[in-house]
């Protein structure tokens, strides 16, 4: 069974940072893309960045300044720095693993994390 665990959410100040983690475990298959997606409350879920197997990133517009993706040795975990935060981050964030496209889409992915909350007050 495959489980995604988030972590490392949280409330901070316009301007602060956060580093979410996500664990894999029990992904007996070769995943190809690891993706980190975020959700506001009344609000479409939307992709922040997404890295593949080869290491290659790509991010959504808005945030690729300010937020970094980066996964570790094992490729079980995946990181997502969030760097001079905005009261408009505040959503919930999800981790996904995708085993064919890697893409922003969130249909691309099948195994989501239960989620982690960000919160940012001015």
């Known amino acids: 069974q495959v489980q995604l665990v988030e972590s490392g959410g949280g409330s901070v100040q316009t301007g602060g940072s956060l580093r979410l983690s996500c664990v894999v475990y029990?992904?007996?298959?070769?995943?190809?893309?690891m993706g980190w997606f975020r959700q506001a409350p009344g609000k479409e879920r939307e992709g922040i960045a997404i890295i593949d197997m080869n290491g290659r990133e790509d991010y959504a517009d808005s945030m690729k300044d300010r937020f970094t993706i980066s996964q570790g040795n094992a490729k079980t975990t995946v990181y997502l720095q969030m760097n001079s935060l905005r009261p408009e981050d505040t959503a919930m964030y999800y981790c996904?693993?995708?085993?064919?496209?890697?893409?922003?889409?969130?249909?691309?992915?099948?195994?989501w994390g239960q989620g982690t909350q960000v919160t940012v007050s001015s």
């Open positions: 029990g992904y007996a298959y070769m995943w190809y893309c």
């Open positions: 996904a693993v995708s085993s064919g496209e890697c893409s922003l889409r969130a249909l691309s992915f099948n195994y």
